[in-house]
């Protein structure tokens, strides 16, 4: 949404101003743009040296972050 800025201290706050950018946008006969689709995991794969991925695998595990390998 251009120029839409918000923040709270609550999720709810922080949605209340997207909620008055739209009211304004509708008064204005402002364009109001589609949703952005989440058809993204957040998941990135990268293929790197066996090496490599040792020295990042070993510190991950120690310190509880997942870490996942496929073939």
């Known amino acids: 949404m251009p120029g839409c800025i918000s923040q709270g201290d609550t999720a709810e706050e922080a949605v209340a101003v997207d909620a008055t950018w739209i009211t304004v ?41 997942a870490w996942t390998s496929s073939s």
């Open 25 to 65: 946008a509708l008064e204005d006969g402002g364009p109001i743009p589609e949703p952005v689709s989440d058809a993204y995991s957040g998941r990135f794969v990268l293929r790197v040296r066996k090496s490599l991925h040792r020295l990042l695998a070993e510190p991950a595990a120690k310190e509880g972050v």
